[in-house]
């Protein structure tokens, strides 16, 4: 099992920056990649980034390149996704997610264990 809290999320002005974390227990050869994911109402969930735990390489999606980042501390257990440059359009309910290094690291249905969410909120 693998348990995945999340924390840091809140209300923020456009232009404004927010840094979500992710503290992760439980089986590790369960959670060898991360992923962050949002969904925001009426729409479907949507692939943010990803990162592995082992070399830390990091994908994102082309909406939040450039302006996400997404980190991890193995000390920790813990993934952030730092998030600069904040949109309206980023608002959404974030969620982090662990897979266990199967299938596209994209795609939500590949994540086993999920967070309960953290509400970010971008005003204009």
């Known amino acids: 099992q693998v348990q995945l809290v999340e924390s840091g999320g809140g209300l923020v002005q456009a232009g404004g920056s927010l840094r979500l974390s992710c503290a992760a227990s439980?089986?590790?050869?369960?959670?060898?990649?991360m992923g962050w994911f949002r969904q925001a109402p009426g729409k479907e969930r949507e692939f943010v980034g990803y990162?592995?735990?082992?070399?830390?390489?990091?994908f994102y999606a082309d909406s939040v390149k450039g302006r996400f980042t997404i980190s991890r501390d193995n000390a920790k257990d813990t993934v952030y996704l730092q998030m600069d440059s904040l949109k309206p359009e980023d608002t959404a309910v974030y969620y982090c997610?662990?897979?266990?290094?199967?299938?596209?690291?994209?795609?939500?249905?590949?994540?086993?264990?999920w967070g309960q969410g953290t509400q970010v909120t971008v005003s204009s």
């Open positions: 997610a662990a897979n266990s290094g199967r299938g596209y690291y994209t795609q939500s249905k590949n994540y086993n264990y």
């Open positions: 439980g089986r590790a050869c369960s959670r060898d990649v």
């Open positions: 990162i592995t735990w082992s070399f830390g390489s990091t």
